[in-house]
């Protein structure tokens, strides 16, 4: 099993950046898929954003859509997540999930390609943004 650790997280102004670190162990890294999800306080767990295992495709919610980035660095097993144009409703916990499952979900209104986690999960890291 892959063992995830995050860090990166911290305090920021609305309409800062921060990047986020993903440090991966356990596999080789790049033949399994990986994503970021988010958990704000009184909330559900909820998709950030994801890369497939080959690096070719990355997917993101809505609400992050062009204002956040996920690549990666295999020389350093390292998933990243830069994050631009910070407002107060992304403050959250960030957790980084590896080998996860992609799937086309073909319901009605929002068809489209989800990011299924795997059972590897990391604690998490604190992100703030004021306002």
């Known amino acids: 099993q892959v063992q995830v650790v995050e860090s990166g997280g911290g305090l920021v102004q609305a309409g800062g950046s921060l990047r986020l670190s993903c440090a991966a162990s356990g596999r080789t890294f790049g033949s399994y898929s990986m994503g970021w999800f988010r958990q704000a306080p009184g909330k559900e767990r909820e998709f950030v954003a994801a890369?497939?295992?080959?690096?070719?495709?990355?997917y993101y919610a809505a609400s992050v859509k062009g204002r956040f980035t996920v690549s990666r660095d295999n020389a350093k097993n390292t998933l990243y997540l830069q994050m631009n144009s910070l407002k107060p409703e992304d403050t959250a916990v960030y957790y980084c999930?590896?080998?996860?499952?992609?799937?086309?979900?073909?319901?009605?209104?929002?068809?489209?390609?989800?990011?299924?986690?795997?059972?590897?999960w990391g604690q998490g890291t604190q992100v703030t943004v004021s306002s």
């Open positions: 999930n590896a080998e996860g499952t992609f799937y086309y979900s073909h319901t009605r209104y929002s068809p489209g390609v989800r990011y299924s986690p795997g059972g590897s």
């Open positions: 890369m497939i295992w080959s690096g070719d495709s990355t």
